[in-house]
């Protein structure tokens, strides 16, 4: 039999090495709009949603001025961050639009609606919010059929 992870296992954070700090808390706390709930000196920080002790750390320990890891290289693809509602996506898109910060691309993946960009460190960062369950595509076994899509932001930005 195949072992399998319980299912209220999550993923608790995520890590990641950056050049710069104050850079990093631009993007991730000014411009996103995670609450920092931690400092470590000017060498690391850990910013959270809601309250909770952290969802994403940021640390310069090994890359304190370095440049972005290369495109072709073993790493992170990238980190997702889910929105609860479609309307909250709607108002990172407008913050992302009013602050000029580029997109490297948006998919209606069918189980959710997605926005995809880079951060200061070249980290890739989806932006994305679920749909119901009970809306996710399905094939006529019932296996999940998810899909790349064109998402119509402009529609999406009509919410807000």
């Known amino acids: 039999m195949t072992y399998r992870l319980p299912p209220g296992t999550r993923i608790g954070h995520v890590h990641l090495k950056v050049a710069d700090l104050e850079r990093a808390l631009a993007f991730y706390h000014e411009l996103l709009g995670f609450e ?4 470590y000196g000017d060498q690391a920080v ?3 949603a809601g ?3 952290h969802h994403i750390g940021l640390n310069t320990w090994y890359s304190k001025d370095a440049p972005p890891a290369p495109l072709r290289s ?3 693809f990238h980190t997702a961050i889910v929105y609860p509602e479609r309307k909250d996506l709607a108002a990172a898109l407008r913050r992302l639009n009013d602050a ?3 997109l490297t691309g948006a998919a209606d993946h069918g189980v959710s609606e997605a926005l995809y960009l880079n951060d200061p460190d070249n980290n890739g960062v989806e932006l994305y919010w679920d749909r119901p369950r009970e ?3 399905l094939d006529n076994n019932g ?3 998810m899909v790349t899509e064109h998402l119509d ?3 999406l930005l009509e919410i807000y």
């Open 36 to 39: 920092i709930t931690q400092r």
């Open 46 to 48: 850990f910013i959270s």
């Open 51 to 53: 309250g909770y002790h």
């Open 74 to 76: 073993a790493g992170l």
């Open 100 to 102: 000029g910060y580029p």
């Open 135 to 137: 809306l996710w595509p």
């Open 143 to 145: 296996n999940l059929l």
């Open 153 to 155: 932001l402009d529609a």
